[in-house]
């Protein structure tokens, strides 16, 4: 059987994720520029090969001040590595609708496997004749694991930038001719 090509719909994906400030709030962010692809064989994504970039200089919190911390050498260290990039090692079928997507990570030059549930939205096309598929991922990091370090702490106990961030992740794939 053929191989498919789907390239990512930047339109109708997101890239999120949110992080506890001050141990009790959580702040949201997202990547601006992101690429991502999937490699198929025929339309069945089981089993289907993912491979994810995402700029750094790109991450925005609605904050200037924050977003330049967390492209600094405290966080991310843009200057230096400019991405972060994810490449799958397998996408397992659990039930329908369900997967598990394993790959590695890689962030600030540091890679990682990890483990993502996703659900699966399904295949369909469009009002203008293009097959897409949807897919979202919720998942959760310890940004140390990636020498995310920095951290403040705070007088009344705690720490400024809790370690733990969690994904929310839509993607909109369409197919390639």
Do not use: C
């Not at 959580?26 to 089993?47: H, P, R, W």
């Not at 491979?51 to 405290?74: E, K, P, W, Y």
């Not at 369900?98 to 890689?106: A, K, N, S």
């Amino acid at each position: 059987m053929a191989t498919t090509k789907w390239s990512i719909d930047p339109t109708h994906s997101e890239i999120g994720f949110k992080v506890k400030h001050m141990m009790f709030t959580n702040v949201s962010g997202k990547f601006g520029t992101y690429d991502a692809s999937a490699i198929t064989e025929g339309e069945s994504f089981d089993n289907a090969d993912f491979s994810f970039s995402a700029d750094i200089s790109s991450v925005d919190t609605a904050n200037a001040d924050r977003d330049g911390h967390l492209r600094s050498g405290d966080f991310f260290d843009a200057e230096n590595h400019p991405k972060l990039t994810f490449k799958s090692s397998a996408f397992k079928k659990i039930n329908d609708g369900e997967y598990e997507l394993t790959g590695d990570l890689d962030i600030k030059g540091v890679s990682k496997t990890v483990k993502f549930p996703v659900e699966f939205s399904g295949i369909m096309t469009d009002p203008w004749g293009n097959t897409k598929v949807g897919l979202s991922i919720e998942g959760k990091i310890n940004r140390k694991d990636w020498g995310l370090n920095w951290n403040s702490a705070l007088e009344t106990g705690g720490v400024l930038v809790g370690e733990e961030v969690k994904l929310n992740i839509e993607l909109q794939f369409v197919k390639q001719a």
